[in-house]
């Protein structure tokens, strides 16, 4: 197979990597128009926008027919994460092995005196994270002064992650003749203003609609009671068995507490987070690759640059953002023409904000309940039926051992033994609370606060003159009980005292999360005793008292603006 518009050292590696044609972004960005120009090219995750700009940048790194002796690199490719980076680095050493291409790659989390090495070594490409680069480049390691192209592959997450100085360092030390490429999923104001400054009448390039891959997923959303959330992941991993899913949280601490809730569930998974080394993420991927794990937890940051090819559901358990980040996260899935299915959990309170998200992103999503444990069971009999009825190579040892188990036991026995030792290795589905999201809705409307008709008291020992306000509180609550802030109902601060109400459904769970993180006696929020109660009975006088006295300035109680200061396991009060 042959690319005529492809230089032929990049079309031999195209065909000898499986290409039969190239995607719509990769033929965009070698068309005549846009040759020699800078480009603004805004494709979807999964787009093949790896190989675009790889022969995008061809016709500068291969001007003279040849690549010249690696000295000062030619090409620079800016990522946001370490495994973008190396995906990118992958890519673009198989695309320009032919053309004998040397390529450095420098990320955080790797040793820098090996890259700086490799760099005094000579490169025609170096592919990196902007505060690694700019490292780089300040300690006098990365010379800038040859370039012929800067890519900026997924700028738009790079500014998000608070890159934007790293990178107008290092297009700054880019001489003014380079081209200069923005990949972005997503055109926000920020990535507009970034272009107008560096680069100069470029093209802009949309293939966003004309990818297949996106077409090929379907969008759901399921409608759960916020108490619920957990139990319905479970119950949507067991329903879907996909042979690999994705499951976003908003925050590391998030993803561990659900990755430990689907270890203790039998469910092999995974977690990727902001904490997680550069060994573990890579120990963690190859797990998924090799099918050690099936469910990976993630922060959107560290799944930047994944690329699992088996893939098939991503489940949004906690709400994106905005309809960029919902595009984001589902773009992990669905591709190469492979079908995938995007969940959305919608806790009912927040349906009217994902319904305006899914109209932003021009995303048709079929609403539903999340899969109760019946729908499961029917799913497994359909799935085990297809697996012990597949066709099966047996050799002499396995009909010697099936002729001995029928001699002992009846066809219908061994049979049911069987089913039992496959549904054995399954985790078990969870309950839900019955009734259909038309009647929950339907309940909020007749309710001030759905969920808290039956609750459980507790109190905490900081009140007013410890400076705590609910807007300390709140969040405090959430980090030591694991739960959510709908999950806590009314909170009656007192003098000394605060009393809330947690819903009865998760008031167990709470009360187990506060013991196993509290630290009697330490000096920050885990040293605040939290305990049942009963219902407060707070004098009159004290509720006419109005709010809260203000902390002195650069105080640092809970309602102050400064750091905050515990004191015998409590937040201080204002100085008299």
């Known amino acids: 197979m042959s690319f005529p518009d492809v230089t032929p050292l990049l079309s031999e590696a195209l065909a000898a990597h499986g290409y039969t044609a190239l995607t719509p972004v990769q033929s965009a960005v ?25 022969l995008a940048v061809a016709h500068e790194l291969l001007a003279e027919g040849a690549l010249p002796q690696a000295a000062a690199p030619l090409a620079l490719v800016i990522a946001p994460t370490r495994e973008l980076a190396l995906q990118v680095s992958r890519e673009l050493t198989w695309l320009y092995a032919k053309a004998g291409a040397r390529i450095a790659t420098c990320v955080g989390g790797m040793d820098p005196s090996k890259e700086r090495r490799a760099l005094g070594h000579g490169a025609h490409v170096v592919v990196g994270t902007p505060g690694r680069l700019r490292d780089h480049l300040e300690r006098g390691a990365l010379d800038l002064s040859t370039l012929r192209s800067v890519v900026l592959d997924e700028a738009d997450e790079m500014l998000d992650m608070g890159f934007r100085e790293d990178l107008e360092e290092l297009l700054d030390a880019a001489p003014a003749s380079r081209r200069t490429l923005l990949f972005s999923a997503t055109m926000p104001k920020p990535i507009v203003a970034l272009a107008r400054r560096y680069q100069h009448e470029a093209l ?54 659900l990755h430990a809730t689907l270890i203790e569930r039998g469910f092999a998974a995974v977690a990727l987070s902001g904490e997680h080394s550069q060994a573990e993420r890579n120990n963690a991927l190859q797990a998924l690759r090799d099918r050690r794990a099936r469910v990976c937890v993630a922060t959107d940051v560290a799944a930047r640059g994944i690329d699992l090819p088996t893939l098939s559901l991503v489940i ?93 036991r009846s066809p219908e026995d061994i049979a049911a033994a069987l089913v039992r030792a496959h549904r054995a290795q399954l985790p078990a589905p969870e309950e839900l609370i019955a009734g259909t999201h038309e009647a929950q ?11 808290f008709e039956d609750v459980v008291w507790f109190r905490m020992d900081v009140g ?41 459904a998760v008031a167990r769970k709470f009360a187990d999360a506060v013991k196993r993180t509290a630290s009697p006696g330490g000096e920050d929020e885990s040293g605040v005793t939290i305990e049942p109660s009963e219902p407060p009975r707070m004098e009159a006088r004290e509720r006419r008292k109005g709010p809260p006295p203000k902390p002195h300035r650069g105080q640092g109680g809970p309602g102050g603006a400064g750091k905050r200061v515990f004191h015998k396991g409590r937040p201080k009060g204002p100085r008299g």
């Open 30 to 54: 070698i068309e005549p128009e846009a040759r020699g120009r800078d480009l603004i090219v805004s494709a979807q995750t999964g787009s093949g926008k790896t190989v675009a700009f790889g």
């Open 464 to 504: 007013r003159r410890q400076n705590a306000d609910a807007r300390w509180i709140l969040p405090l609550l959430c980090r030591r009980g694991h739960i959510t802030r709908n999950e806590v109902g009314a909170i009656r601060i007192g003098q000394h005292e605060t009393w809330f109400q947690v819903p009865s």
């Open 316 to 408: 949004h358990v906690e709400i994106p953002r905005d309809a960029e980040a919902l595009q984001h996260r589902s773009g992990r899935t669905g591709r190469a023409g492979k079908k995938g299915t995007a969940v959305i959990v919608v806790p009912y309170p927040r349906r009217k904000r994902v319904e305006s998200m899914l109209r932003g992103a021009k995303i048709q999503a079929d609403w539903r309940e999340a899969p109760t444990p019946e729908d499961i069971r029917r799913n497994d009999h359909e799935r085990l039926l297809a697996t012990l009825l597949a066709p099966v190579e047996l050799d002499e040892d396995d009909r010697d051992l099936a002729a001995r188990l029928l001699a002992e």
């Open 204 to 257: 802009r390039i949309s293939t966003i609609g004309e990818e297949r891959g996106h077409g090929d997923i379907a969008y759901q959303a399921v409608t759960v009671a916020p108490a619920q959330i957990e139990h319905a992941v479970v119950n949507l991993l067991r329903f879907h068995e996909a042979e690999t899913a994705m499951l976003f949280c908003a925050t590391r601490d998030n993803v561990r507490h």
């Open 441 to 451: 809705r339907a309940a909020q409307a007749e309710r001030h606060r759905p969920g």
